[in-house]
Structures are given as C-alpha cells and as structure tokens.
C-alpha cells in the first residue's frame, strides 16, 4: 500500500470543496483539491463566452455566503469585492412598475404609491422576516442531530437544539414553524394586497425548487433566500467584481495562500477503498492520488452513487439517495447587448415618479430587473413545467452586470444574465436543439413584452437548461441546490436521515456540499462545517 | 331557571360526544343546536343521509367502548369498504383490507407493485398509528410548559422512537412530502398510485404535487378507520357505518348520560365578562348561564362572529382570521329509478364499495390546477357511494372561492354537467337511470351545515394547521384566550372527519 501522499483530497473546485480544502489546509492538513473542468468555481465561474462579453454562467449574485468565511479566510484581502445591487425593478405588463430600493423611505414611498396598506404592513413584515432568519441562522452552523440516534453527540445536539428553541419567545417559535409549513402565497397574502409585490417576493420561495408559490413549503425557500448578509445588513443582494469568478478567485487565492493543492482538468473515476476505508481516488486518465480522506464536493448522488462501487453502502442507503430529489428546474440565458435594454416604465406618471425618486435614469439597471407581475402569473409558469413544458411566460430575475462592473463587456455594450424558471430537466421529449430555441424565444419574448427594444440589442446568446447545467457543471439533475430545499430533505434529512453529519457509511468518506446541510446557494457553510467535522475525527 | 354546568353549541359528531363524556362524568349538559335536527353535516336536509357532507365515518374505538355506543345500537366493528378506481376501457382497480384480494387486483398493472403492496399497507399502518397517538396527546403551549404537560409529550416522544430509526425517519419524512413524491417511491403504475393519491387530495386545496398531501394522505387513512390493531389495512375505502348511526348511537349515549338537547337553538352570541365566559345567548334573544361552554362549531365562526372582537387580543383575531378553510368539495345525490345496485353492470358483487374517478396522477393535479384559479375543474375527481337507489357524489375540486362570480344557479348547473358527462364517460349505463339530482355546493355547505367557506375540515388539514397550530399557535389544548370557553370542533387538534377525537379530547381537557 503505498503511503498516502495528502492527508485530505477534495473533489470538486467548487466553492464549497475550495473552502472545505481551505479549511483543512488551516489546521495544518497537506490537501490536494482535483477539478473536473479546466476552470476553477463549478457554478459560480465567470467565463468570457463571446470576445469582449464576460459571463457569469450561472449563480450570479452574492448574499449567502457566510460572513464568518469571508472573515476568517480574509477573502477581502484575496480579492473578493462585493458591488451591493441597490434595487429590485418589477416592470409591469401595464407599463407601471413596483421597485424594492436601498433606501427604505424610498421603498416606503414606493409601496404607498401601489398600496397605503401595504406599505403600513411592509415594516412589519421586514422586521418578521429578520427575526425569523436570526432564528434559524444559528440552526444553519449547527450539525444536524439526528432525533432517532442514541449516540452521545446526537442526543447532545438534540439537547442544544431544545435548549434553543426553548430560548424562542413563543411567538418567535410559531411564527417560525408556520414559516417552515406554509406555502410563500399563504404568508404573502396574509400580509398584502398588491399583486406585483406579492409576486416578486414570492419569487424567492421558488428558486431552485420545483414546487408553485402555492404549494406548502416555499415559505421556507423564501426565508432561505432572506439569509444574505452582506457587512451584517440582512437582505441585501451584492454583485462580485469579475462575477462569481471573482469569488471562485478569492476562495482559490486563499486557499493557495494556506498551502492546498489544487489540480483542474482533473475528473475523478473512482474513489479508491483500502481495507473499507477511502485511501484515494483514480483519475478519468488512470493517474491515483492517495490520502487518508477524501470529501466530496459533488452532488450527492455523483457522490454515492458514481464515484463510489455500491457494495460499500448498505442498500437502504442507497434507495435514500435515489431518492433525494433533484429535479432542476431553473435555466438561465446569457445575453450580450448592443444596447441596454429599455426597462423604463411607459406609463408617464408612473416615470415621473420613478424620476422623482431616483433622477438617474440609469440607476434601476444597476439592480435586479424582475419579471413576476403575480404569484398567479409564477403558478401558471409552473404550471407548465410540472407537465414537462418550460414555462411560456416564465418568471425571469435579470441583472446586468456590466452595469456594476464596466470591465464585463466592451465599452457601450452589455452583458444581461436572465436566470430562469421554470425550465424543467425532464423536458417532454429529452432536451433537443429545437426544444433549447424554444425555451429561448419564451424568455425573449417574455422580455420584449417590457423591452421592446431588447431583441435587436442582442449580439450573442448564451442559453443554459438544467442538462447543461448537469454537462458543464457537473451537477446531476441541473439542480441549482444539488437537492432541492424540501422540507424533507432538510436539516436532520439532508441528504439522508443518520448521514446528515458530512460522514457517510464509507468510513474516510466525506461530502461537503450544497447537497448537505443547510443547502445551496453560494454560502460555503457546508464545506466549513465539513471541514470541521473531518478534522474532529483526526484526533 | 335551569341550571347548566356545561353548554355546548352543535350537536354534530364532535358535540354529541363532547356531550356523552361531560354528562357520563357527571356534569349537566345542555346541547344546543340551530338545526331542527341532531348531527352536524353528518345528517342531511329532510334526514336524507345521501346528501349528508360525510355520508359514512367511523368514531375511534376507544370512544365506541368508553361510551357503550354498543348498548346503544352501533356496531363496534364495522367492515369497511372497498375502494374501487373505475378506469377508462371499463377496467377497475380494487383496494381493500383484504390483502390477497388487492394484491390480485394490483396485479393486473404491475406484478412489482402487487409485491411491494403489503409492505406499504404495513408503513402506512405504522405511520397512522403514530398519527393517532399523536391526535391523542394533549398539546402544551409552547416553548414553556411544566414538568406535567411534558409528560404525553415525552411519552409520544418514545412511541415515535419506538418505530426504530428506519420507521421514524419515514414517518417525519413522510408529512412534509407531496403524496406523488411518496408513490413514486413504492410504485409503478399509475393507476395504483392515482387510486392512493386521491385520499392525498380528499377535502383538501392541494394537488397530488403540492407538499404537505402525503400527511393528508395519513389524516384520510386514519379517519376512514385505518390504523388500529383491530382494523388492520382498512383505511382505503370509507367504513359501512352510516353517519346518521353513527349519530343516533351518540345522541341516544348523551341522552342516557343525563345531557339535554334543544333543538332549533341557534346560539347568537357567546357572553363574555372579564375575560371569563358566563354563557351564551340565542337568536330567540333567551339567555344561558354556564361557566363552561364548548363550541363545536368551528374556530373562525366561534372567535369572530359567536365572540365579539372585543375581549380578544388583535394579533389573536388576527390570526383567527387567516386560519385556512377554502373548501373545494361539492357533494351531489342522485336518485336512481330502480333500487338495483346503481354500478351493478359494472361490479355486481360490491353492494357497499366506494367507487373512484381518479385515472391518473395527471388528471388528478389538472383537476386541482382549476381551483387554483378558482374554476370548477372540468375533469374531476369524484367518488361515489350507494346506499340504495341513492348516489352519494363527492365532487373535487368546486372551490368555494369561484371567479369571476360567486356560486349561483349557473355555477350549480355547470356542477351537475361536469358530474353528469364525467359518468358517462366512466360509468355510461348509470345515465338512463337517473331521475332525480340534488347538489350541495361548497356554498350551500356553508349556509345549511355552517361550514365557514364549505370546509368539511373546519380548517384544512395543512402542515401549517397540525399538531400545536391546530387550531391558532398555542391553543391546541382545546382551551381558549376565555376562561371556560372551550373549542370541541374538527378544527382543532386531531380533528378533520368522523373520528370524534375532537370531541372525546375536549371533555377530557374540561375534566382534566
């Protein structure tokens, strides 16, 4: 047996396996991170698709990453810049608009406009919604006990969980469970009334998953989404200088800094089991790479169900992992422009009053641009999908990121990303070229119904499906999440029950993904927490 | 004066037995009840039990035995039903306690899935008797309860334990997923799975793909009599026992336990002084004195019209008037000439079956795509049961809340349309043998049944309306913010169908 040359390999350079590898590498530990692709980030990559024009081709906004990462890996001093996005844009098929603005007088102003009611009820529903997400936030840093084990460790951590939600008012505690249950309509229309609003946010409660705003269980996708923090201030949505990439490049630079190795054009075969432990890995090109643990920064199914022979996990394990759901469910169409798009409201009073909050006329395409007139327009969106159609009107969140960062396309052109949803993995008849065109006219379309201008402003496509998404990013199902943020398959469940702990039933084996606990997004914490987990075992 | 120590408003199920209960330990019960008969949407209009909203149920046996309903005509253990799917080509899809029988109905669609079929009935089991323990343990408030109230819940706590890891992590996973996400786990053919799903979907506003339909699925199942070691497996059709039996065993129980009942007594208002009921008023504008009421009528029209707003805190009113009814279901009763078995042709050996339009999985969750839009679907859901020459017709989905118009003439004949061409595709012969077709729309169940928006549930059976939320955030122990005012209703924990776990666990917190 030759002796192990690492003590930790980490597949996949992702950001969570960077930061995983970064982690280790902190405490001491010689890593060695191996990346399928030629480039470093997985989904959060930037890529210049078209000469001149700078994608982010798929995650597109920062807010989730956690700020104790950010802190203790000193990703500022590697590089990451957050440009914030001031402003969430609703265009309405009337020619209005509704806009979410930086300044909360501003939104105030705003709501009023649309509804007094609403925009009385607004505060309170703000004020809510960042308690409920300070509520569920030391949840998101804790090891998910598991409430049928009898070990030591589970049942203290069953004991802290108690202990903490015993710490909740009482109000606090329901509010939160009716949070976790419901569905993201039922909260929305208990709190308002216009419809624009009510769409918009509901919109946050879908992405990702496949599941309508009217279903239970999107309330909970939407206080997930209310977990960014950017310098301590909730709900703000930021923008990374040079994309995604540039935190891929600040993770990477970080991790170098601390020593890990780190090898692209990498694709892993097998992971290598010596004496029931995983010694290694094999390469696509036969290369072996051993160490006395690998962790898996892969979806949970590649993780157990490819890389690995399924002698070693016990069958029941396996049907749980078959089963974890990841159906993708979201695209997303890159756009390079001659000419920005023209959002602006047509309504005249509606522009005179967009001119009296903010004169720049310019100042709304630094934001997020949202198509989500309604939930009912989000709901017939998914209507479509759940019979294998990708909406026809589908519900589009748009920024345009060479409006934040000029350096992201040639001087008076643009590059727009339109994430996507819902566009669905099992596409009636497989995922063909035609079919590909037709889920890129919905959303030109779609668009032109506000931009009028937009179809002749477009100088390059870039259209990504969730088979894409599973091709170029390594993900199965397309799922932006690596499993969907069901309820099932949440904290004590995610991915399995008894394996919600980054272990697995393969002994040296770790995962340390959005597939685990707590989930998606570009927040890092499952490759932190894995780390952490890893290195109790060391000792 | 008569002196009361207990009123209790509506004599339906869970009131008859609140009823049966308090006079049984000694109290002086008086029942009131606006209609000029006794049992709640369990009787119908001229006594027609056909046209009742549950035409058939099964009280849990525990309160069959603490009561003696025996002695009082009902029969203890009652066979249940089958549960027949009728498919398109005449073909039909049998689900019924008798395993062998399914397991050779089954088989027609899917070897695989006849196999794995014990073995889901054996969960399924599992699963609903942990619902019903969990229906049976009085909920605290909380996070700050004693050392006493955490007891049950400690000791619910060990039953779910006691699954095994395997069962319980099944069992938590199982409440929050969609009932297609759980089939789709265990089956193959989509005949087997749609025929299942339809109690994912019974009385309720969600589709086989929304979350939160597979504990519907388990409410449903325990409710129609599964999950008791005496009723192995019998959850899937409705059980034979008649309502309106089920109704007359109870009041008879009430009456010779000393309780009273008055009938034609529609309670106006529930008097309250410092915080503290004193008793109601009815519409005759008569007074009553108790120190304790029950309403079994349910949470929104008890704490916003029988309560005036004022000793109530805003924040509870408001969350009282968001608690979600929303009722779909219409339910229509056809008279058939002749009194042969009106599917005779069809199934000549199953006198008391329960029949099922539910083909696929798809036209299940396109039937439910036309609530959400507040539309009558046009291919719906319906399940039928006869008792005679009557037709009992349960009709998914007629949403209370129609759009554009509300409920009107129109809307009702569309109804009966709808029901009309639906049979003629899956049950054509049935046609010429109609002469005569009543209907209930979700409306008519609200004014004539008192079931705020049509919801035979008083409240949906949602995730977000279960266990310590049922019926408001930290009432779940049948009290109320109204020291003697007590909730006895299906919307409260553990109701939703004929069970009479509302009723039976009320009493016991007005004893306790």
Redesign the interface.
């Known amino acids: 047996m030759p002796t192990p040359t690492y003590d930790a390999i980490v597949i996949g350079g992702g950001h969570n396996g960077l930061i995983n590898a970064a982690y280790l590498a902190r405490a001491g530990k010689r890593v060695l991170v191996l990346e399928r692709r030629p480039i470093l980030g997985g989904a959060a990559v930037t890529e210049e698709i078209f000469p001149g024009y700078r994608f982010t081709e798929f995650s597109y906004v920062v807010s989730l990453l956690r700020p104790e990462i950010i802190r203790e890996l000193e990703l500022p001093r590697h590089g990451l810049k957050i440009l914030p996005l001031p402003s969430t844009y609703t265009p309405l098929p009337n020619g209005d608009y509704l806009a979410a603005w930086a300044d909360h007088d501003d939104t105030r102003r705003e709501l009023y406009r649309h509804s007094p009611r609403d925009a009385d009820a607004y505060d309170d529903y703000a004020r809510l919604m960042v308690r409920m997400a300070m509520a569920v936030k030391p949840l998101l840093a804790l090891v998910p006990p598991d409430p049928a084990s009898l070990s030591p460790r589970d049942l203290l951590g069953l004991w802290k969980t108690a202990r903490y939600a015993a710490s909740l008012s009482e109000k606090d505690l329901y509010a939160l469970a009716k949070l976790i249950t419901q569905s993201s309509a039922d909260l929305l229309d208990d709190w308002f009334e216009t419809d624009a609003l009510k769409g918009t946010k509901s919109a946050s409660g879908i992405i990702g998953t496949f599941l309508g705003p009217r279903s239970p269980g999107t309330a909970y996708v939407l206080l997930h989404h209310y977990m960014g923090e950017i310098d301590g201030a909730f709900r703000a949505w930021g923008f990374a200088k040079d994309g995604s990439g540039g935190v891929t490049a600040s993770i990477t630079h970080a991790a170098r800094a601390l020593g890990v190795e780190i090898r692209t054009d990498s694709p892993v075969k097998q992971v290598i089991v010596k004496n029931g432990r995983a010694a290694g890995v094999a390469l696509e090109n036969g290369d072996e790479f051993h160490a006395r643990v690998v962790v898996s920064a892969a979806d949970p199914k590649r993780t157990f169900l490819q890389f690995v022979e399924p002698k070693y996990f016990p069958e029941d394990f396996l049907t749980q992992i078959r089963n974890f759901r990841v159906r993708g469910s979201s695209g997303k169409l890159n756009l390079a422009l001659s000419e920005l798009p023209n959002f602006s409201p047509r309504s005249p009073s509606a522009a005179r009053f967009l001119a009296s909050i903010t004169p720049d006329p310019l100042t709304l395409y630094r934001g997020a641009v949202s198509i989500s007139p309604s939930i009912e327009y989000i709901e017939r969106a998914y209507d479509d999908a759940k019979y294998g159609q990708p909406s026809r009107r589908p519900y589009i969140d748009i920024i345009i990121p060479s409006m934040i960062d000029p350096d992201m396309a040639p001087p008076g052109h643009h590059v727009m990303s339109c994430f996507v949803q819902y566009v669905p993995y099992d596409v009636e008849g497989g995922w063909s070229d035609e079919r590909k065109a037709q889920f890129a006219e919905n959303v030109i379309s779609t668009l032109e119904e506000y931009a009028p201008n937009l179809r002749r402003a477009i100088v390059g496509m870039q259209v990504i499906t969730p088979a894409d998404i599973e091709r170029i990013a390594g993900i199965t199902g397309g799922n932006i999440f690596h499993g969907e943020l069901l309820l099932h398959q949440l904290f004590f469940l995610r991915p399995a029950p008894q394996w919600a702990d980054f272990r697995t039933p393969l002994p040296g084996y770790y995962l340390a993904a959005s597939g685990a606990h707590p989930g998606g997004g570009v927040m890092g914490a499952a490759g932190k927490l894995a780390a952490q987990e890893i290195l109790k075992d060391w000792k | 004066m008569n002196h009361y120590d207990v009123l209790i408003i509506g004599a339906g199920h869970n009131g008859l037995t609140a009823a049966a209960y308090l006079s049984k330990a000694g109290k002086r019960v008086l029942v009131l009840e606006k209609r000029p008969v006794i049992g709640g949407f369990c009787v119908g209009e001229n006594d027609t039990p056909a046209l009742a909203p549950f035409p058939r149920g099964i009280l849990r046996p525990d309160i069959i035995r603490h009561l003696s309903l025996e002695r009082f005509g009902l029969n203890p253990a009652p066979v249940s039903t089958d549960l027949i799917s009728l498919l398109p080509g005449g073909r039909q899809l049998v689900l019924s306690a008798d395993t062998a029988k399914t397991v050779d109905s089954i088989s027609q669609f899917s070897k695989t899935d006849a196999a794995r079929w014990p073995a889901f009935v054996r969960f399924i089991e599992r699963a609903a008797a942990f619902l019903e323990a969990a229906y049976a343990t009085p909920i605290p ?4 309860f004693s050392l006493a109230e955490g007891i049950p819940l400690a000791q619910l706590a060990l039953k ?2 006691a699954l ?3 069962d ?2 099944n069992v ?7 009932v297609k ?1 759980l089939l789709d ?1 265990w089956f193959e053919s989509e005949e087997l799975k749609a025929a299942i799903a339809t109690l994912g979907i019974h009385n309720a506003n ?1 589709g086989v ?4 339909s597979a504990y519907n699925l388990l409410h449903q199942y325990l409710i129609r009599g599964g999950s008791s070691p005496e009723r192995n497996g019998r959850g899937w059709g409705q059980p034979v026992q008649h309502t309106h039996q089920v109704i007359a065993a109870l009041e008879q129980a009430a009456r010779a336990y000393g309780a009273e009942i008055r009938l034609n007594a529609e309670v106006a208002r529930i008097m309250v002084e410092n915080d503290r009921v004193t008793g109601v008023r009815l519409h005759s504008g008569e007074h009553l004195a108790a120190s304790t009421v029950l309403s079994s009528v349910d949470p929104k029209t008890t704490f916003l019209r029988l309560v005036t707003p004022e000793p109530l805190d805003p924040e509870f009113v408001w969350q009282a008037q ?1 608690i ?1 009814m929303r009722g779909v279901t219409a339910k229509l009763q056809l008279t058939l000439a002749s009194s042969v078995h009106p599917l005779e042709a069809i199934r000549a050996s199953a006198s008391s079956s329960v029949f099922i339009i539910a083909p696929s999985l ?1 036209y299940l ?1 396109r039937a439910y ?1 036309a609530a ?2 507040g539309q009558i679907s046009e291919k719906p859901y319906l399940e039928m049961t006869p008792t005679g020459n009557l037709l009992s017709i349960h009709f998914q989905f007629a949403p209370y809340f129609l759009k554009p118009s509300a409920w009107n003439e129109e809307t009702r004949r569309i109804l009966a349309q709808t029901t009309w061409n639906t049979l003629n595709e899956y049950a054509p012969h049935l046609q010429s043998e109609i002469t005569n077709l009543k209907s209930l729309t979700p409306l008519d169940l609200e004014t004539t049944f008192a079931l705020t928006e049509g919801d035979p549930h008083h409240g949906q059976i ?3 309306q ?1 266990f ?2 049922r019926p408001l ?2 009432y779940a122990d049948y009290k109320t913010p109204i020291e003697g005012l007590y909730l006895c209703g299906s919307g409260t924990h553990g109701g939703g169908g004929v069970s009479g776990i509302p009723g039976r666990n009320a009493a016991k917190s007005v004893l306790a």
């Open positions: 408030r909380l996070p700050k779910l334990r095994g890891p395997k319980m992590h938590i996973r199982l409440l929050p997923m969609t996400e786990e969600l793909m929304s979350a939160g968001r979600k798809t969750e795509d959400k839009y949602l995730l977000d279960f310590f939320m955030p930290g």
